[in-house]
């Protein structure tokens, strides 16, 4: 298990799935969360290949902060497909101020342990992250 700069531990699981996530398409995204308790972060959903952004996003809790990596398929210009994998570190408005600090400051560390991120979004209400966004960061 990795250790995070401040305290907070990475679950091998995490990087395992992102691994799976980025190699074979297993999902179509993850979403981390930090369990205070122990210390560590942890993979608390797996999105299937079918589901869609709208099902991520659906499942990104309203007043908590999560860390998430979602895989976008789009076709170039020139319609060619690709896909970019995107990290996004949700930190709502609503949460907790101790809950956004503990994720504020894990969140170098534990990007770092994701070998493969290729676009990062810090977002803390959902038009930040709207699929407008997604696909104007996309190209």
Known sequence: ??????????????KLKFLELKAKRTYRFIVYKIEEKQ???IVEKLGEPAENYEDFTKSLPADECRYAVY??????PEGVPKSRIFFIAWSPDTSRVRNKM???????????????????????DPTEMGLDVIKSRAN
């Open 1 to 14: 298990m990795a250790n995070a700069a401040s305290g907070m531990a990475v679950h091998d699981e995490c």
């Open 102 to 124: 503990i994720y504020a400051s894990s969140k170098d560390r534990f990007k770092r342990e994701l070998d493969g991120i290729q676009v990062e979004l810090q977002a803390t």
């Open 39 to 41: 210390k560590q972060v």
């Open 71 to 76: 895989d976008f398929e789009f076709l170039t």
